[in-house]
């Protein structure tokens, strides 16, 4: 780099630089969310299922065999997919153990968002947030589903990349697993990237910075903010408090 272009760089941000290594940790205005290695594994994670999603696609159906074009062909993808697979469950297994010890759903979560009525609700604005952590009931119902999806597909995955080790009913059963598995998972993901970017505003910056603003904190996931600042949360909404 020229010298002049080095002397003009930006001063350092101190919510970046503390971002690296450290999380749950304030910083003037902001708070780290994410720290590197965390947001990281999330984007191999994702890197890697993606690669599975556009490699699969075309060996799944003629009807998206114009994917197989973005790796070099159909051959390619037949080869490509499995190590994908194997790369996404890898990845997936460093996030359970990286994200685990925030993830344990409470019994009272556990009844509501498992139901669906609490996601309703949410959806709705109209939940009582005032005791979420850093992570919602939905957030922890999907990180959940997300390891589990994953495991289903590398059984199946595995039984098919092996087909002449397993009885014909068996390999049956591993496509239809791997197909529905596929589909949910699918959903999900889209959804998920719904709620982390357009949906609500400031929540993407977490897993690009590492950090959210005060008032995203203080909105979305109020016991967190209190447990990060030390200070007290003001008074609920009145209209999405319900005692
Ligand atoms: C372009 C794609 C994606 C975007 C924009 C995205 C965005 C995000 C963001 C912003 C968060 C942090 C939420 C927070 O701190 O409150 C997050 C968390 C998470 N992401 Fe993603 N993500 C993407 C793809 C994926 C994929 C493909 C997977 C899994 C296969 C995944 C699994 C997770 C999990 C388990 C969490 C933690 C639980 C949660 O907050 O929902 N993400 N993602």
């Avoid at 929540?203 to 910075?209: A, E, I, L």
């Avoid at 005060?214 to 967190?224: D, E, I, Q």
Wanted: with cysteine.
């Amino acid at each position: 780099m020229p010298r002049a272009a080095a002397a003009h760089r930006r001063p350092a941000d101190p919510a970046v630089i503390m971002g690296q290594r450290r999380e749950d940790v304030v910083v003037g205005n902001e708070i780290v969310r994410h720290n590197r290695a965390s947001r990281l594994i999330h984007w191999v994670v994702a890197l890697t299922f993606f690669a599975c999603v556009f490699t699969g696609m075309p060996i799944w159906t003629p009807l998206f065999g114009w994917m197989a074009a973005l790796f070099g062909g159909l051959t390619v993808c037949r080869v490509i997919h499995p190590w994908a697979g194997v790369a996404f469950m890898l990845s997936t297994v460093v996030m359970f153990f990286e994200w685990l010890s925030d993830m344990h759903l409470k019994k009272s979560e556990r009844r509501e968002w498992i139901s669906g009525s609490r996601a309703m609700q949410y959806m709705r604005y109209e939940t009582d947030d005032s005791n979420v952590g850093k992570y919602n009931g939905g957030q922890k119902l999907q990180f959940w589903l997300v390891c589990f999806a994953a495991l289903g597909l590398l059984l199946s995955g595995l039984m098919m990349w092996f087909p002449r080790t397993f009885p014909p009913i068996l390999m049956q059963l591993s496509y239809l697993i791997h197909d529905i598995t596929f589909i949910l998972f699918m959903m999900l993901i889209v959804f998920h990237i719904y709620l982390g970017t357009v949906a609500e505003p400031g929540t993407f910056g977490s897993m690009t910075r590492g950090t959210v603003t005060k008032a995203w904190a203080r909105l979305h996931h109020p016991r967190w903010y209190r447990e990060v600042t030390g200070e007290a949360a003001p008074p609920p909404h009145p209209h999405t408090h319900h005692g």
